[in-house]
């Protein structure tokens, strides 16, 4: 199975701050990747797929981008309400699997 | 709008057999993936496998190959996740989810609380 690898595992910012996530998988996926975020208490909330598209309704402080297979998380400009968890997801492969995730603290 | 609706809280005794549900609302159900996902105490999501619920083509991963089976009856836009035999590891959060393609889930369910205990 592909295995996804995220970095850091949690990590603390302030409000306004541009966060990075990185999502490296064990093999090439092309761009079959997406993110989700997950608050707590709460199912997973779709953000980006195909590496860089946003998912309607999304935030544009929101964003991906691919360099082989090492795949980034960004978030432009830290709000509040952004406190979640961040998986990376990969659909290339069956079985289609989930990095270990990022938590995010404000 | 669409909606994916699940069963409620499940407690149940190692050994017993449980069959969760997820209903699907606002969209031509017979058209997409749907897939199951495993959220352990505090622990990261776990892919379990996915069906086409128009003809019930279904994916597992061999993590849970044997272990559960998934199901769907399109009569009313309901796929469903069985365990045999329940253990203490199953307790866990399971959430399906619709499937593009039989990629990326766009749609979540709120989640079935799953307890196993003696």
């Known amino acids: 199975a592909i295995q996804l690898t995220q970095s ?4 603390s ?5 541009r966060v990075t996530i990185s999502c490296r998988a064990s093999q090439d996926i092309g761009r079959a990747l997406a993110w989700y975020q997950q608050k707590p208490g709460k199912a997973p909330k779709l953000l980006i797929y195909g590496a860089s598209t946003l998912e309607s309704g999304v935030p544009s402080r929101f964003g991906g981008s691919v360099s082989g297979t090492d795949f980034t998380l960004t978030i432009s400009s830290l709000q509040p309400e952004d ?4 998986f990376c997801h990969q659909f290339n492969t069956y079985p289609l699997t ?3 995730g990022t938590k995010v603290d404000i | ?5 699940q069963s409620g809280v499940e407690v149940k005794k190692p050994g017993e057999s449980l069959k969760i549900s997820c209903k699907g609302s606002g969209y031509r159900f017979t058209s997409y993936w749907i897939g199951w996902v495993r959220q352990m105490p505090g622990k990261g999501l776990e892919w379990m496998g996915i069906i086409y619920a128009g003809d019930s083509d279904t ?6 190959q044997g272990q559960v089976t998934i199901s769907a009856d399109k009569s009313i836009s309901t796929v469903y996740l069985q365990f045999n035999s329940l253990k203490a590891s199953d307790t866990a959060i399971y959430y399906c989810a619709r499937a593009r393609g039989s990629d990326y889930m766009d ?3 709120e989640g079935t609380t799953v307890i196993v205990s003696s």
């Open chain 1, 13 to 17: 910012a302030s409000v306004g701050d």
């Open chain 1, 98 to 100: 989930f990095g270990g």
């Open chain 2, 1 to 5: 709008e669409v909606y994916l609706v």
């Open chain 1, 8 to 11: 850091p595992s949690s990590l």
């Open chain 2, 107 to 109: 749609v979540w369910g």
């Open chain 1, 83 to 86: 406190f979640a968890t961040y």
């Open chain 2, 59 to 64: 994916r597992y991963s061999p993590s849970f």
